[in-house]
């Protein structure tokens, strides 16, 4: 009994890692696709390395989002 329990807590924890790293790309793939695309005169990498908290705090919402989306639709 233990060791099912065991097999299958492995197997949840194997499931979570995988859909939090499948997030993090994915996050990660959105928000250089609209720093390409959408915002194309508007440099985030240059504006975070010149200090620019705007720009860091829109960032870090685009990520958010995206990780909400991700997670309801992996959810079920």
Same mark, same amino acid.
């Given at each position: 009994?233990q #060791?099912? =329990?065991?097999?299958?807590? $492995?197997f949840? *924890?194997?499931?979570n890692?995988?859909y939090?790293? #499948?997030?993090l790309f994915? !996050?990660m %793939?959105? #928000? %250089?696709? %609209? &720093?390409?695309k959408l915002?194309?005169?508007? &440099?985030?990498e !240059?504006?975070l390395?010149k !200090?620019? *908290?705007?720009?860091a *705090? =829109?960032?870090?919402? %685009? $990520?958010? =989002?995206?990780? =909400?989306?991700?997670?309801?639709?992996?959810k079920?």
């Amino acid at each position: 009994m233990q #060791l099912e =329990f065991i097999t299958a807590t $492995l197997f949840n *924890i194997g499931v979570n890692i995988l859909y939090t790293v #499948l997030a993090l790309f994915i !996050g990660m %793939i959105s #928000l %250089i696709i %609209i &720093d390409k695309k959408l915002l194309r005169h508007v &440099d985030i990498e !240059g504006e975070l390395k010149k !200090g620019n *908290i705007a720009v860091a *705090i =829109f960032a870090s919402t %685009i $990520l958010v =989002f995206v990780a =909400f989306i991700i997670s309801f639709g992996l959810k079920g």
